[in-house]
């Protein structure tokens, strides 16, 4: 299974951001995985930023990141989307999507930088 991160890179403080998690090689059927977007800031350990259920219709949200964040997904194109907006220095980080049905998986992570 490989999940490929995209649509990081550096934006202005309050500026917009949209990540793609594509999924491929998987065993299973796409719709079975919950996903989720961790993140990790240098120097800190990762944490949850968003998850999704398998249907789509369960999401969670890590602490004060809902209202900026929105986390979605497209089942028919193995694809989950971050969508990130009022973005803050302290959001600059690593960004990792993560799937998981019976096992689990990681991406590579895609860099977002918050910055003037």
């Known amino acids: 299974v490989q999940l490929v991160e995209s649509g990081g890179g550096l934006v202005q403080p309050g500026g917009s951001l949209r990540l793609s998690c594509a999924a491929s090689?998987?065993?299973?059927?796409?719709?079975?995985?919950?996903m989720s977007w961790y993140r990790q800031a240098s120097g800190k350990e990762r944490e949850l930023v968003a998850s999704?259920?398998?249907?789509?219709?369960?999401?969670v949200y890590g602490d004060s990141l809902k209202g900026r964040f929105t986390i979605s997904r497209d089942n028919a194109k193995n694809k989950v989307y971050l969508q990130m907006n009022s973005l803050k220095p302290e959001d600059t980080a690593v960004y990792y999507c993560?799937?998981?049905?019976?096992?689990?998986?990681w991406g590579q992570g895609t860099q977002v930088t918050v910055s003037s």
């Open positions: 993560y799937a998981i049905y019976l096992t689990n998986y």
């Open positions: 090689g998987i065993t299973h059927t796409f719709s079975r995985y919950a």
């Open positions: 999704v259920n398998s249907a789509g219709d369960s999401i």
